[in-house]
């Protein structure tokens, strides 16, 4: 285990669980990743191994056939997948918050369903909630769900839907106007429905289409895609909790864990820079010695590791906190943030420590400056984050005068 981004007081169970993982990414990630990623191909050999590993049902309680293990052991996994390859911690990621709604806010026929197959990876989950227009305000979503007898129609457009062509239950926001009082609140008629399909692309169920790939700089290998519903027939027994109207606020308490699940991502793949960079700068000699004996260099080393660390930190106390059961909205933001942001910087040191050869898609230093960014926007933007800080802080510290 490496020096830095240790975590203090786990189990037995979750030392061995990590160990695993990190066994499983140096084994069959890193030495694949930046192959598939420059073929823009799906790790199907990679999420094969994580099903046998049980990672699929790692969160997912016992009852259901999990493992029924706890956030932060999650978070910790997602940390070592991503410092493998980004992609494949994104594959689990909207799985898991789908399997996590579920058993939050699903109902008893609704968890017996789904979860036994989701734990195995059987079915294989991803929620969609941003539309083409909507960005980050997710109260003015347009899709709709109408009431036709026991059943609802959904129609409208969704956007960045990851595993799309792969999932085969997709956690969909609708809004459902029935029932809604004159004046009320958008977010109050927001509906969350659970969409079952096959997987592929084009019409993988009538009324529902999902179109190619789209392509993008990085965070490839998993499949991103547009989701569209023409009258989408969905039983009413499949809207999430048996009730309308609450699925703004069950998709929040997802994304929670997905703000951890992607700051652990950021501390994955700042990890992965900085081991990178700091290996190199061994190897590169300039001027008679290597440029680790170069002070500006050791100095670009020490913010990395002082930045993998305190990423680490702050990801941990996040994941901690919601496992406590305690509101974690502020640690989350906080954590997503710092991480996303830290992580950037670190992988452009390390780039820089590369010089031009960083520049080589030779270097596995080149597929990591392309998938930082995706960090800064992935569940909500830094603005965002910042948003909801400051609002949770002039919450904890409202003025009493």
């Known amino acids: 285990m490496s020096r830095l981004a240790r975590t ?98 699903g109902t008893d026929e609704q968890r017996e369903h789904f979860l036994p197959r989701m734990a195995t990876g059987e079915v294989r989950g991803a929620f969609s909630m941003s539309e083409p227009g909507l960005g980050s305000d997710v109260a003015a979503i347009t899709s709709k769900g109408v009431r036709h007898g026991d059943d609802y129609l959904l129609s409208g457009q969704k956007m960045w839907l990851t595993n799309g062509g792969t999932s085969t239950l997709v956690a969909v926001l609708c809004r459902t106007d029935e029932g809604r009082p004159e004046g009320d609140a958008p977010h109050r008629s927001l509906t969350a429905f659970l969409v079952e399909k096959e997987p592929g692309f084009g019409e993988v169920r009538p009324g529902l289409t999902i179109p190619g790939k789209i392509e993008k700089m990085g965070y490839k290998g998993v499949d991103t895609t547009e989701l569209i519903m023409d009258g989408l027939r969905i039983p009413a027994d499949r809207v999430l909790g048996g009730a309308t109207g609450r699925g703004f606020y069950q998709m929040m308490d997802g994304v929670e864990v997905g703000r951890v699940n992607v700051a652990a991502r950021g501390c994955g793949v700042a990890q992965r820079a900085f081991e990178l960079g700091i290996s190199y700068a061994q190897q590169r000699h300039t001027f008679g010695r290597p440029i680790a004996g170069h002070q500006a260099i050791q100095f670009k080393l020490a913010e990395m590791a002082t930045k993998v660390e305190a990423a680490h930190a702050m990801m941990v106390n996040a994941a901690r906190k919601k496992d406590s059961g305690e509101r974690n909205d502020l640690e989350a933001g906080m954590a997503k943030y710092l991480a996303s942001e830290y992580c950037k910087e670190v992988v452009e040191d390390a780039f820089r420590i590369h010089g031009g050869y960083g520049f080589s898609k030779e270097y596995e230093i080149e597929r990591l400056y392309r998938e930082a960014p995706m960090l800064l926007i992935g569940e909500g933007t830094a603005e965002i984050q910042k948003m909801i800080i400051g609002r949770r802080l002039l919450e904890e510290y409202r003025h009493q005068g």
């Not at 050999?45 to 999990?66: R, S, T």
């Not at 689990?92 to 579920?102: D, E, K, M, P, Q």
């Open 8 to 105: 203090h007081g786990l189990t037995d169970i979750q030392q061995e669980i990590l160990s695993t993982v990190r066994d499983f990414v140096d084994k069959e990630i890193l030495p694949v990743a930046t192959e598939l990623e420059h073929r823009d191909e799906y790790p199907g050999a990679i999420v094969d191994g994580l099903k046998e590993l049980g990672l699929f049902g790692l969160m997912i309680p016992e009852e259901y056939g999990g493992l029924g293990e706890s956030l932060l052991t999650y978070a910790l996994c997602v940390e070592e997948i991503a410092r493998g390859w980004m992609s494949v911690s994104g594959i689990i990621n909207t799985h898991f918050i789908v399997a996590y709604l579920l058993e939050r806010h």
